[in-house]
């Protein structure tokens, strides 16, 4: 089950990406889908120049950020 503190949502991927990623998970003894949010905040790392994605906005700002919704 989900942490309740995490965002879930489907993804489409290619089959061949896909048996890449699992490869890689087992050989660094991680989830695949502990996997996946390890290469996506190294991606994301990489992209802004080496800060912490983790130190990024907090799940407030997520909800909140861009919209008129109303906490």
């Known amino acids: 089950m989900a942490s309740p503190d995490k965002k879930s949502f489907a ?18 003894l991680r989830s695949v889908n502990a996997q996946v949010e390890y290469l996506l905040r190294d991606a994301v790392r990489s992209r802004i120049g080496g800060q912490n994605p983790k130190a990024e906005p907090t799940q407030g700002d997520i909800h909140n950020s861009g ?3 109303k906490p």
Request: charged share 25%; glycine share 0%.
């Open 11 to 28: 993804l489409r991927i290619d089959p061949a990406l896909w048996a890449q990623i699992e490869r890689l998970a087992a050989a660094e």
């Open 67 to 69: 919209s008129n919704n």
